[in-house]
């Protein structure tokens, strides 16, 4: 295969040997890709900038025998605000982690590439990180077509109502009282969060809700995105960890 000139965010890196890198790209041309930058940890390689996670960038990729190889590489955006922001910055290692999950080697998605890349540019200025990786995991979910119960009982399809509204995963979406009452493991969800969440899944526009409703809305995207793809990221414990602190232990 001829050499490529893609556009890419590095989705992780780790070392080989004593100075290369290998990288997950995801590309938005060819989908997920494994590429070997060959000397980009010393300090003074002019692929160091551009092999960093979260990083978007030109690169120049030639056919190797296993990986492709770097030859080139351009930064576009660095997001170097995020590496100021202790919560920020995880938050964008968790979304990179999320996706590269998600993604099958060589299968371009345009849509997710844009939503991803939308979502880094965003964390880099976020008051509200985990709002803006909340609205993340929802567009994934829905875009995965995870999409909850929201409207009536997941499980009996009777009117849900109330101050607080029972909320499992493994129903598929939001109980009514008396079928909440039958299980164990229900997030409750503050009326406010769950009137956000409808509106969100019905493409409307919402700002940061207030807590607790935002803490609770966050938590129940998680534990429902969690719960479809059957496993959790690295990330996750330090995030909710970090999200803990600062909210003052209120969501967790
Ligand atoms: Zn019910």
Redesign the pocket.
């Known amino acids: 295969m001829p050499p490529v000139n893609v556009q890419a965010i590095v989705l992780r890196r780790r070392a080989l040997g004593e100075a290369d890198k290998v990288l997950t790209l995801f590309t938005r041309e060819m989908g997920k890709l494994s590429a070997i930058a060959k000397g980009a940890r010393k300090p003074t390689s002019k692929l160091a900038g551009a092999t960093e996670t979260c990083v978007r960038a030109r690169f120049h990729l030639a056919q190797g025998k296993t990986f492709w190889i770097v030859t080139q590489a351009s930064v576009e955006r660095a997001r170097a605000k995020l590496h100021r922001l202790l919560v920020n910055a995880t938050a964008a290692i968790y979304a990179c982690e999320l996706v590269d999950c998600l993604l099958e080697e060589n299968v371009p998605d345009e849509e997710l590439f844009d939503l991803l890349s939308d979502t880094l540019d965003e964390l880099e200025i976020s008051e509200h990180p985990m709002w803006t990786l909340c609205l993340l995991e929802n567009a994934i979910m829905l875009q995965q077509g995870y999409t909850p119960v929201l409207e009536t009982?997941?499980?009996?399809?009777?009117t849900?109502d109330g101050e607080q509204i029972a909320f499992q995963p493994g129903s598929g979406g939001v109980?009514?009282a008396?079928?909440?009452r039958a299980e164990n493991h229900v997030v409750m969800l503050p009326r406010l969060a769950w009137l956000t969440w409808r509106v969100l899944n019905a493409g409307g526009h919402v700002d940061f809700p207030e807590e607790p409703a935002a803490g609770e809305l966050e938590r129940a995207v998680h534990l429902h995105l969690r719960y479809h793809l059957d496993r959790e990221m690295r990330s996750t414990q330090v995030l909710w960890q970090l999200r803990h602190e600062l909210s003052g232990g209120e969501v967790c």
């Open positions: 009982c997941a499980r009996c399809a009777k849900v109980l009514c008396s079928c909440a």
